[in-house]
């Protein structure tokens, strides 16, 4: 691609690199016809400054095109190009998930191609978009836009991975001073959680702050619910606390106590008979986003979390 002055009178065919106004405005990258420029020429203008594109070019918004109908995206759809970018949307409410290697690899083939993406692991509606493929320049020449589609079919980007809906068990632990009202908010809240991925509260259980008592929730729950959420009148204090020690009295193992994000540093994950056991923080109470979201997000895409995953 040629960039840069022209003759008026030599530039048809060519894109105008700034819109020009005579008579009637000539939006940036206009391609100019025989009309125009008998018209520009008829207005005075003897020159502009114009992208020429070679044999061998592609345009942006083929090039744009190109190279999004090339990224291999679950539950991602893309619009159509406009000034040499193609955004892509969410098809599903869901977990973005986003590979930074290839992404990085991407955009390391020619500083023409670009792609911009949300951050990894974020919460996504429908509609709402993900990514940008984007041109810089008017046009790159072809094997640069087929260098960077054999990098996309080599290392998929990202996906949207969808929502499962699950029904979840609530199990609120009580001691003296521990209000009514403060359970039936803890109640509407995690059920204001839940709606976004389809999954709904089924039974909530109400029972003494003992480990006791808790397992015998927990066991009694997920006979007929996909997982549990446990939150604890008085918050974990010890890895051997109400809540961990309950998942282990009913028959589960305890992947991780605490998490290093404030707020929500006091959550517990465990599982008992392969369904997940939720020990809440205290910050989960109120509807403001905390580390609890996160793992709750992660969960309900239907991915497996480890203790590496939240440390």
């Known amino acids: 691609m040629r960039f840069g002055p022209c003759a008026t009178r030599e530039a048809e065919g060519a894109l105008l690199a700034h819109s020009v106004t005579a008579g009637r405005r ?3 990258a206009h391609r100019l016809s025989a009309a125009d420029i008998a018209d520009l020429l008829a207005a005075g203008v003897t020159e502009v400054i114009v992208a020429v594109l070679d044999e061998h070019d592609m345009d942006e918004d083929a090039a744009a095109t190109r190279l999004a109908a090339t990224i291999d995206a679950p539950h ?4 159509p190009a406009a000034t040499g970018r193609v955004n892509l949307y969410a098809a ?13 690899a ?22 709402r978009m993900v990514a940008t493929v984007k041109i810089i320049p008017f046009a790159v020449a072809s094997e ?22 699950r029904r979840t068990a609530l199990i609120q632990t009580v001691l003296p001073g521990l209000k009514d009202s403060v359970l039936s908010k803890t109640r509407r809240v995690t059920e204001a959680r839940l709606a976004r991925s389809g999954s709904t ?21 997920l ?4 997982m549990a959420i446990v939150f604890g009148a008085s918050a974990l204090c010890d890895f051997d606390d109400v809540i961990p020690a309950a998942i282990r009295q009913a028959g589960g193992a305890v992947e991780r106590a605490g998490m290093p994000v404030d707020p929500g540093n006091l959550l ?3 599982k008992v008979s392969g369904k997940v056991v939720l020990g809440a923080p205290g910050c989960a109470r109120s509807p403001k986003e905390n580390g609890f979201d996160w793992v709750l997000d992660r969960l309900l895409a239907g991915l497996d979390l480890t203790s590496a995953d939240i440390g």
């Open 106 to 127: 991407l955009n390391a083939v020619d500083p023409a191609i670009t792609l911009a993406t949300l951050a990894d692991k974020v919460a996504v509606e429908k509609g």
């Open 76 to 79: 991602v759809e893309p619009r």
């Open 201 to 221: 509260v089924g039974e909530e259980a109400r029972c003494a702050h003992e480990a006791g008592a808790v397992a015998e929730a927990i066991r009694t729950a």
């Open 223 to 226: 006979r007929s619910h996909d």
């Open 92 to 104: 599903a409410d869901g977990l973005f998930l986003v590979d930074k290697d290839a992404v990085d």
């Open 26 to 28: 000539y939006p940036k």
């Open 268 to 270: 517990v994950l465990g």
């Open 144 to 165: 640069r836009v087929e260098a960077a589609c054999a990098v996309l079919r080599a290392q998929p980007c990202f996906e949207v991975r969808p929502f499962e809906a």
